[in-house]
């Protein structure tokens, strides 16, 4: 199919589109089916299911599921929380061959940290399977990497850097790949993987499925699909800018000089259990980190510039509480998974209402409430106004000096 070259801007393909379960709303449509095991999956693949606790396939996951068991390549439009990684990870495990030497699947990720939770998806899918499942991602050990490939994983999770590394030395092999898997397609461009990405599909069996996921369909993704996809499906759920409706959202207006006053009063609510704090910058990232620290806060900093270690370390105490608030950019907190996350904090705008959907989806997550706080300057208001009409969501607006007067008490507001 050749797909029209357009423009960036929010992925609403036409093909076949379905509310999404997360709204709340009514269907607009029917959905294709109710149950997983009307998606024609094996009985193992059922259990595995129903042992983890998913008892209905998501919209993205009923849409997709099917055509990729009938080997279509599929584009889905899907972003994290929908639960794509299931909608490819499950017809990958029932496709494999089990028993094969080959590496069959090839997932490709942006970060180190979506591909660790594509991995951890895949290990709890192929529960009832005898097969390896392999992350092979910048910053990790390459010994134990190449000891994980000698075992013949059949599914490889990778970044596109590391896993051009391994072909260049020869220690992984793409020949025998059935089914390649782009995740995130438009991070992956955003963060300049695009050629290592062609240069992957290259070495991989021309008559191979892809499936690729997105947001957004940049141009390059309609040339890629052109180039290396066939016939591609494009579905996605509709409403993706939708909001879950668990999740409260309100801006306080307020000068450069004022944020972190505002913040720290934010902060020092007891409402705010935990916090993620989005900046635009690493270097605003890190700024603001020094100077919480120097105030005492019990606060944790996560980006592209620190080591993986430190960025394990950041998010693992995060994730268990053991800090109480993690500041993070927009990169390095996609595919965030942590459910309990009371409040998600803009204290720098997001460029795109795209990415502030992105940002406060990270709170709210398994039907829990969530707040969204977004600190905007007043010639940012725009911005706030964007994001309204992209999500159909009032904002509510408050100015800095409601909360200097409520002092003490701006757990009211928050909570
Ligand atoms: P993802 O969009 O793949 O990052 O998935 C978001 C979250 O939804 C993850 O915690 C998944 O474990 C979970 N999830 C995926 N599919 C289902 C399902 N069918 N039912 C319930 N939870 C799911």
Redesign the pocket.
Known sequence: MVLPVRSRRPFRPQVRTFAPVSSGAAPAAPLPTQSFAELGLTEGMLQTLERV??????PI?ALTIPRALQGRDVIGG?Q???????AFAVPVLERVEVGSPDVQALVLCPTRELAA?VTL?FEKLAAHLQVEILAIVGGDSMGRQLDGLRRHPAVVVGTPGRVLDHLQRHSLRLAGIRIAILDEADRMLDMGFAPDVERILQQTPKQRQTLLFSATVPAWIHRLAERHMRDPETLSVAGEMELVPTIRQWCIECSWAEKEEALTMLLDSPQVRTGLIFTATKRNADLLHAALLARGYDVTVIHGDLSQRDRDLALERFRKSRVRFLIATDVAAR?L?IEDISHVINYDAPSSPEDYVHRVGRTARAGREGVALTLITPIEILKIRDIERHTHRAIERHQLSDLRLLAGSVGELVG
Not at 80 to 86: L, N, Q, V, Y
């Open positions: 606790g998913y008892s209905h396939p998501t996951q899907a994290t929380g929908s639960g794509k990684t299931a939770q998806e595919g998974d």
